[in-house]
């Protein structure tokens, strides 16, 4: 559904965008001419016509084929989902090369000892001096890997033995590896290699000009084009369109907002940076300045004050966590957020304004500022763990702070019914998780009864521990803030009724009834969501 396009919003991310490089600048410094040479190049390819494309037609073209230059922003976790994505789409009997930048081409013998399993992850990373030679986090890459040797995709490495300064090195270097394989096999090659490099005068024409005649047929996929991004913003189309296409063959998944890829970037540099300093001062990386951003961010869009002088943010890394955690939490809270923080969970304790950011990444830090801003406006002290009494109203905090997540990254999804239901299809009885999917579902259930039937029912399934309850409100409350972004940013909600909605306190009488006046009317803007099969 196309929603009505909002130009002081458009303006207000614009600004946003240029503030996040600015500071980029200042950590990172002016590019070399020849490195913004070569970008100019690149960004020359946005410039062309484009038209709405689909995943469907994308897919048709990447099987019909030789080879595929996927750019990749090598800090930013979603673009190496979003090439998993792809490469799961692929029939599970195609058989790729996977061809990547990451891997040094001197160590494929090495590389070919890690896809045979001959060798351990850690003795294959130590092997190749990934730390050394690479250091963005492996984390993001393992799951490309990890498929490539299930499905047996033959992987090398199109890196120099020496970094070169200038990347039309890199280009010509890379080309000839792959002039080389594709003589020798009739495999799909698969290229993962950096944005710019995937620009058509770059990698792709250093690739085709060994060839005289009948050339290999190629697609190019870049992701995230801010020129294009916000072109769609302007007609109101940017939270629909997930792919567009130049040509015939070259197109671009538009994975992220332009200011989530770039912001994430920040948050790695500074988290580099802040390593050499720890070894002199034994201080845990500050994210404070971003959290607080984002915060002052949501109120403008919001249009409402939230201060943010109390404001305090931590990470399992930070040396006084325990302390925070044993000050202000009861012991059974204490344990359940230990635990929260053993498996990657973030929370927010509103009654000391600390936020506990287990995972660095702009969505949990955009949620959890949410859930600040939503506690200052119904001025919320409690942390809502008494279940099963609080789920509902956990339920609605984490609605809150996915919507307003939407808010910073409209292009972030919850997981669906459906989604929800095939990952229980594919669990064992005794799996870790399975509960909360359980709960989630049971609830669910509860709650269109209650829509349309108008019949309040207990909960029947009771899981074994407090975590369940807190995971299965995150999947609920991510569906529900799913449907309240929607309903706000196709005006059926106006800003005015979102505050209103905002000030309401989980902890005060009557929560209950609005909560269900709540779910009746935001089931009326149920999005057309996507399952995750479905998606890029």
């Known amino acids: 559904m196309?929603?009505?396009?909002?130009?002081?919003?458009?303006?207000?991310?614009?600004?946003?965008?240029?503030?996040?490089?600015?500071?980029?600048?200042?950590?990172?410094?002016?590019?070399?001419?020849w490195i913004g040479a070569y970008q100019k190049e690149y960004l020359r390819d946005f410039y062309r016509p484009w038209r709405v494309s689909n995943k469907s037609e994308l897919m048709e073209q990447l099987q019909s084929s030789d080879i595929v230059f996927g750019g990749d922003f090598h800090p930013f976790s979603q673009a190496q989902r979003t090439h998993l994505k792809i490469l799961r789409s692929l029939p599970a009997r195609q058989k790729v090369v996977l061809a990547l930048e990451i891997f040094p081409a001197k160590e494929q013998e090495q590389i070919d000892r890690y896809a045979r399993n001959e060798i351990s992850e850690a003795e294959f990373l130590e092997k190749i001096s990934w730390e050394e030679n690479w250091g963005f986090p492996w984390e993001s890459y393992r799951p490309i890997l990890e498929l490539a040797k299930k499905r047996g995709f033959t992987i090398i490495g199109l890196h120099p033995e020496n970094h070169p300064e200038n990347p039309k090195n890199f280009d010509s270097f890379a080309s000839r590896i792959l002039k080389k394989v594709y003589h020798q096999t009739n495999d799909l090659i698969y290229v993962l290699a950096g944005d710019f490099h995937v620009g058509r005068n770059h990698l792709p024409k250093s690739f085709l000009s060994h060839f005289k005649g009948d050339s290999p047929k190629e697609v190019i996929l870049y992701l995230n084009s801010e020129r294009t991004y916000f072109q769609l913003a302007r007609r109101g189309m940017e939270t629909q369109i997930d792919v567009v296409k130049f040509s015939r063959r070259h197109f671009c998944v538009m994975g992220s907002p332009p200011w989530v890829k770039w912001q994430s970037y920040l948050m790695y540099l500074e988290e580099n940076y802040d390593v050499d300093l720890e070894e002199d001062f034994d201080e845990s990386i500050d994210y404070l300045d971003h959290v607080s951003s984002l915060i002052r961010l949501i109120g403008r869009d919001l249009g409402v004050e939230v201060k943010t002088d109390r404001l305090q943010v931590f990470t399992p890394e930070s040396h006084n966590i325990e302390s925070v955690i044993k000050t202000y939490l009861e012991k059974d809270q204490a344990s359940l957020a230990q635990e929260l923080l053993e498996t990657n969970r973030s929370f927010f304790l509103p009654n000391a304004g600390i936020i506990v950011l287990a995972q660095t990444s702009l969505n949990h830090a955009a949620g959890l500022a949410g859930q600040y801003v939503h506690a200052q406006l119904c001025r919320r002290k409690n942390l809502m763990?008494?279940?099963?009494?609080?789920?509902?109203?956990?339920?609605?905090?984490?609605?809150?702070?996915?919507?307003v997540s939407k808010l910073i990254n409209h292009k972030r999804h919850a997981q669906t019914l459906t989604d929800l239901k095939d990952q229980l299809e594919v669990m064992h009885p005794?799996?870790?998780?399975?509960?909360?999917?359980?709960?989630?579902?049971?609830?669910?259930?509860?709650?269109?009864?209650?829509?349309?039937?108008?019949?309040?029912?207990e909960t029947s399934y009771k899981p074994s521990d407090l975590a369940s309850y807190i995971e299965a409100a995150r999947f609920l409350g991510g569906m529900m803030g799913e449907r309240l972004y929607l309903a706000y940013r196709s005006r059926r909600l106006k800003r005015v009724d979102v505050i209103k909605w905002l000030s309401k306190s989980p902890e005060r009488k009557g929560f209950q009834g609005f909560y269900e006046e709540a779910l009746k009317k935001l089931e009326s803007f149920k999005p057309q969501t996507k399952s995750r099969k479905e998606r890029l």
């Open 2 to 33: 196309k929603l009505p396009s909002d130009p002081k919003w458009v303006k207000s991310r614009q600004r946003l965008l240029h503030q996040i490089k600015q500071q980029i600048k200042i950590r990172y410094g002016q590019d070399t001419s």
């Open 385 to 403: 763990w008494a279940m099963p009494n609080d789920f509902n109203a956990l339920i609605w905090i984490e609605a809150v702070g996915f919507f």
């Open 430 to 457: 005794k799996d870790r998780g399975r509960d909360s999917l359980l709960l989630a579902l049971d609830q669910r259930m509860k709650e269109l009864v209650t829509i349309y039937e108008d019949v309040s029912i």
